[in-house]
């Protein structure tokens, strides 16, 4: 199993262009997210996960989205978005 | 294009007039957290000052400003949604963050060089208490958001037809240069959010794969469905500082059944207006507590309030901001109400000129003329009192300065303090404000630095741990009390006198009283100050402090108690325009005395006078003595004395209640006059206050009577107390 990709306290504008580099050097198989650290979660990265997500299921991959707390869980569902739909890049 | 004629210069100096009020705003908020305040409406207040502050600042492209109000924003969105909840050690750095924020508004507006290292070193400590809190929230899950709300909300729906209620559908674009200035969609989302009952879905259709993506680009959008009782211009408000950084539709206007069923039948126009949401939409709820669950639920969204608690928001700190929002403001160019007080000021010297007039012309007291004279005086008095009503402002954001000023100085000596203040809402007028800043910040520094022990000592002494520090306001007998105590060890008299002695202020065979020990603490250059500290100690003090006041037509007093602590009082006139005076002949001149240091006037019997002392003379005076002195000769019109009898004497009292007796030769009048300053040209004469203009165009000079007493000699003010000691003891 691979390592699960830790990602940053501050997801915001800064943090999208790094995040995005980091997905994209791990889109060759099933990715686990861990967003234990994460305080804060802004449109951009979400943007950027959502991406992510879809390209991962393009390629018959999968992401897991593991440990968000519930606070950020919120702020996702504030931007229409589930840790799971997310992970899935579904509609 | 001059600064006058830009209209984007106007729209910038009234941000920055804005942001005054905001920060106001911020300081009462931030204080009553502090007192303990639980009303939700104070945090809210708190939030969204700083975030209009950003916002404002975006617009201007003010980005130093926007990164420092953003994460402090961030953080105080914490606090509001019951994530984090602040300590004293918390509380402390908001007030930090609020004054570094004011700092940089300052910096901002008059682009000067902004204090970066300042903002990144509060930022690293706001940034730490949000890890904080995100730890204690794995273990505390948010009560607050918990409560109960999809249950709630069921009742709502199911019980309560919420005719007020509206249903929008709000389509939201974020373009990048919203980003850019600090605005984050999720907390706009949010703020919508928290209006009603929001179904949020976003449409991802634009979003290219993760190789094609520009990260700092958005490529989404958001349709909120949202029920609520607010108006349109309410939900636009949200979206008020990224106007023009997003593409925003509200479509609004149905029937509230539209949420609980999932057809859109009530409301096609909505659905047919915007695009739908087809290829890649995540419809999701905005729920707090459980969202992946949730899926197919209509949940109130966070920070949304069921109906009855929605209904009770209007309750307290609701009324508060409607009370605000009710008193309508117009602002005006200050230059444009000096204008005006100078032509009322015009318009009372002409008054005065007309009834002197009239008087001279022999006219009877009962004559039609005379009586519309009298009807014009009373007028002209309304009309000044308004206008002096309009320059009058409350001395709440002179006392928040100051609370800053106790915050910075007791950092800098260590000590805990805890600044009250008292009587915020009284009215000086607004140039007195502004001239008293300084003042207060050296007293203030003075009460802290000097006058509060250690905090080691305090405990030693069976003393709270935090020394106070009090700033009280007060209207008392027609002027403005302004009292700056500390609840410290009260004046070293020992020491000051030693030093007094030491530095040749005074003699050292001397004997002073407490009072006039006091005293010594407004000589120029004395400090008891053993070190210099960051804060005093350089010698540059009181007597500064004590000439401001002067200058201003105040005066200050101490009042001192061992081991309790110090009080200075600062006495000021309501206003420096106009005076109610008395107009008195003295050795052919015409003076005024203002009429409220003046409670009686005698006529000099044939024993009343006696000498103390070759030169000094006291009057009796209700069985008791009273120093006299006469004003002809202490300003140098005459040298010789008249104390024969029938002369007139008026009586006054000075601030720190001590009496005495001014020999004049005549009363002329009493009346309002209108106070003219002396030019900085004319050299400071003690006991001349300011001149005015009298009603026969004769310039008369206006007295300072305490400081014609006190500063014929450079420490008369004491002498005068020596005096009145002497005669008590004879």
Known sequence: MTEPLVLQPKLDLPAAAPLADALKARLDGDLTVDGKDVTQLGALCLQVLLAAAISLKSRGHRMTLTHFSDKVVKQMAQMGFSPETLAEGRS | MSDQNDPMAE???????????????????????????????????????????????????????????????????????????????????????????????????????????????????????????????????ETFEVQGVSLDLDLDLGEEPDDSATVYTVRFKPEQDL???????????????????????????????????????????????????????????????????????????????????????????????????????????????????????????????????????????????NTTAAKSVVRVDLERIERLVNLVGELVINQAMLSQSLDEAGLSPHSDAMNGLEEFQRLTRDIQDSVMMIRAQPVKSLFQRMSRIVRESSAA?????????????????????????????????NAVDHGLE?????????????????????????????????????????????????????????????????NLLFLPGFSTAKQVSNLSGRGVGMDVVK?????????????????????????????????DGMVVNVANETLVLPLNVVVETLSLGKDDVQMLRPGH?????????????????????????????????????????????????????QRQVVIKGLDDSFYRAPGIAAATILGDGQIALILDPADVISGMGHIRGTDLMLSERKIANE
């Open chain 2, 547 to 579: 000439t401001s006041i002067q200058s201003l037509g105040g005066r200050i007093t101490i009042n001192s108690e061992p081991g309790k602590g110090t009080t200075f009082s600062i006495s000021l006139p309501l206003t420096l325009a106009v005076l």
């Open chain 2, 179 to 321: 980003f850019a200035t600090g605005n984050e969609p999720s907390m706009l989302l949010r703020n919508l959010c928290d209006l009603g009952e929001a179904t949020v879905r976003c449409n991802f259709a634009d979003l290219p794969s993760l190789q094609d993506l520009a990260p700092e680009t958005p490529y989404v959008e958001w349709i909120v469905e949202l029920k609520t009782e607010a108006a349109e211009p309410e939900i636009r408000d949200i979206f008020e500082f990224v106007d023009g950084l997003c593409e925003l539709e509200i479509i609004g206007g149905a029937a509230p059944a539209t949420l609980d069923t999932s057809g859109p039948a009530e409301a096609p126009s909505a659905e047919e207006a915007l695009p739908p949401p087809a290829t890649g939409t995540a419809d999701l709820i905005s729920d707090d507590a459980a969202p992946a669950e949730s899926t197919s639920a209509k949940v109130v969204p966070m920070g949304a309030k069921p109906a009855p608690p929605e209904a009770s928001k209007d309750g307290e700190g609701e009324r508060k901001a």
């Open chain 2, 617 to 669: 003379y006291v009057v009796r005076w209700r069985g008791g003595f009273v120093p006299l002195y006469d004003l002809g000769v202490m300003l140098g019109y005459r040298h010789h004395r008249q104390t024969d009898p029938g002369s007139i004497v008026l009586l006054i009292v000075l601030e720190d209640g001590s009496r005495a007796a001014l020999v004049i030769d005549g009363i002329q009048d």
């Open chain 2, 11 to 141: 729209i910038r100096a009234s941000f920055f007039i804005e942001c005054e009020e905001l920060m106001e705003a911020l300081q009462d908020g931030l204080q009553e957290l502090e007192d303990g305040s639980e009303d939700p409406e104070t945090i809210n207040v708190v939030f969204r000052a700083v975030h209009s502050i950003k916002g404002g600042a975006g617009a201007f492209g003010l980005e130093a400003l926007v990164r420092f109000a953003h994460r402090y924003e961030t953080v105080l969105d914490e606090v509001r949604n019951g994530s984090l909840h602040p300590d004293s050690d918390a509380m402390k750095l908001f007030f930090l963050a609020a004054d570094h924020l004011s700092d940089l508004i300052r910096g901002c507006r008059d682009e000067s060089e902004i204090d970066e290292a300042t903002s990144d070193e509060l930022l690293t400590r706001l940034d730490a208490l949000l890890g904080e809190d995100s730890v204690s929230e794995e273990v505390e899950p």
């Open chain 2, 413 to 445: 000596v260590e000590k805990e303090v805890r600044l009250v203040t008292i009587g915020e809402a009284t009215e000086v007028d607004k140039t007195v404000i502004e001239r008293l800043a300084d003042p207060l910040t050296h007293m203030i520094r």
């Open chain 2, 454 to 518: 250690a905090t080691e000592k305090r405990q030693e002494l069976g003393k709270p741990r935090a020394g106070t520090v009090t700033l009280t306001a007060a209207h008392r007998s027609g002027r403005v009390i302004i009292e700056v105590a500390d609840d410290g060890g009260g004046i070293n008299r020992k020491r000051v006198h030693e030093i007094a002695v030491t530095k040749g202020l005074v003699p050292a065979e001397a004997q002073l009283s407490d009072g006039e020990i006091d």
